[in-house]
């Protein structure tokens, strides 16, 4: 199994551009979850998904949008990008049911923004 | 969600064990203390998870206090490659979603 898997690895994006982030998972999970990191922080969570066209806000949605069409893919849409958005971006994903289950994590996308 | 608390940073010389804390005062009963581990650069880690039994498997051994309030994770024969970031992060047992709160964690130095 090739695990979580993002695209691209590093990104410069201008102000007002557009992009999506790539994330997939050969594992068969069921839950899928991005997170952001800005240098010297922890992880913060921006969406979620617990299934196939079932998706949810984190602690930090704004200037995001998410969509699960799949159960192996969970692409991220950044619509104008700002500064702020500069961060480090990380896919994971898990099989959450009646026990607990640990999330798996993909290698990360660097963004900056200028 | 219950918070934690840990020091900022810790050192350890290879082949000791390093033993880091976490404080977590206000967790509830059915919340799980769990750890996680971020390699420079990389994807966070997942090292081991606990109710309240102490807990070991082949990265680390976590113990909790009887009370419940505190942990510690310990790498009984600490290498240069545990050098890292870990979290210690309370979750509860959610049958909807599966969310981790991740605090700024304890940054390990392992020296030579």
């Known amino acids: 199994n090739a695990g979580v898997t993002q695209t691209p690895k590093f990104r410069i994006l201008k102000i007002g551009q557009s992009m999506t982030l790539q994330c997939a998972q050969d594992m068969n999970h069921n839950y899928m979850y991005w997170y952001r990191q800005d240098p010297g922080m922890g992880l913060k969570l921006i969406y979620y998904?617990?299934?196939?066209?079932?998706?949810d806000k984190g602690e930090v949605p704004n200037g995001y949008n998410v969509s699960r069409s799949t159960t192996e893919d969970f692409p991220l849409r950044l619509e104008l990008a700002a500064p702020s958005q500069t961060s480090v971006y990380f896919c994971?994903?898990?099989?959450?049911?009646?026990?607990?289950?640990?999330?798996?994590f993909g290698p990360g996308t660097r963004l900056l923004v200028l | 969600d219950a918070k934690t608390t840990q020091p900022t940073s810790m050192d350890c010389a290879e082949g000791r064990a390093a033993n880091l804390p976490c404080n977590h005062s206000t967790i509830s009963g059915n919340e799980y203390v769990y750890w996680y581990r971020q390699i420079h650069s990389q994807g966070p880690q997942y090292i081991i998870h606990?109710?309240?039994n102490n807990e070991t498997n082949e990265m680390a051994s976590l113990i909790i206090t009887e009370d419940r309030k505190s942990s510690t994770l310990i790498l009984p024969h600490a290498t240069l490659r545990d050098t890292a970031v870990y979290y210690c992060?309370?979750?509860?047992?959610?049958?909807?979603?599966?969310?981790?709160?991740f605090g700024t964690g304890t940054r390990l130095q392992v020296f030579p």
């Open positions: 606990g109710l309240k």
């Open positions: 992060i309370v979750r509860p047992p959610s049958y909807n979603t599966d969310k981790l709160i």
């Open positions: 998904s617990v299934g196939a066209g079932i998706t």
């Open positions: 994971a994903s898990s099989y959450a049911g009646l026990h607990q289950e640990t999330q798996y």
